[in-house]
């Protein structure tokens, strides 16, 4: 099993950055890439962005394209969502997911579906 644990949310003005990390601790050596999604109430979770643990390759949403950023740290198991001009619609719970099934070619994988494991969420929210 892979263990995911989200932390680095909060409250901040539109504009502003944060970045939140997703530790991932357990079998993390079957999974071979990582994502993070977000929800609103009442909405479906939406994909943000994705990266593989070995070559570093990157996949995001038009909605974030340019202001966020994702990475990973290989040594410390620890995926990164640099966050930048923040936005009130922004504000939602990320979540940290993990994928056993690696990519090939230029496939990224968009849906929740997709993926194995799953954080418990961290809150991210963008005042006005």
């Known amino acids: 099993q892979v263990q995911l644990v989200e932390s680095g949310g909060g409250l901040v003005q539109a504009g502003n950055s944060l970045r939140p990390s997703c530790a991932a601790s357990?079998?993390?050596?079957?999974?071979?890439?990582m994502g993070w999604f977000r929800q609103v109430p009442g909405k479906e979770r939406e994909f943000v962005a994705t990266i593989n643990w070995s070559r570093s390759c990157t996949y995001y949403a038009d909605s974030v394209k340019g202001r966020f950023t994702i990475s990973r740290d290989n040594s410390k198991d620890t995926v990164y969502l640099q966050m930048t001009s923040l936005k009130p619609e922004d504000t939602a719970v990320y979540y940290c997911?993990?994928?056993?099934?690696?990519?090939?070619?230029?496939?990224?994988?968009?849906?929740?579906?997709?993926?194995?494991?799953w954080g418990q969420g961290t809150q991210v929210t963008v005042s006005s």
């Open positions: 357990g079998r993390t050596f079957i999974t071979h890439a």
């Open positions: 997911a993990a994928r056993q099934t690696a990519y090939s070619g230029t496939y990224y994988a968009t849906g929740g579906k997709e993926y194995d494991y």
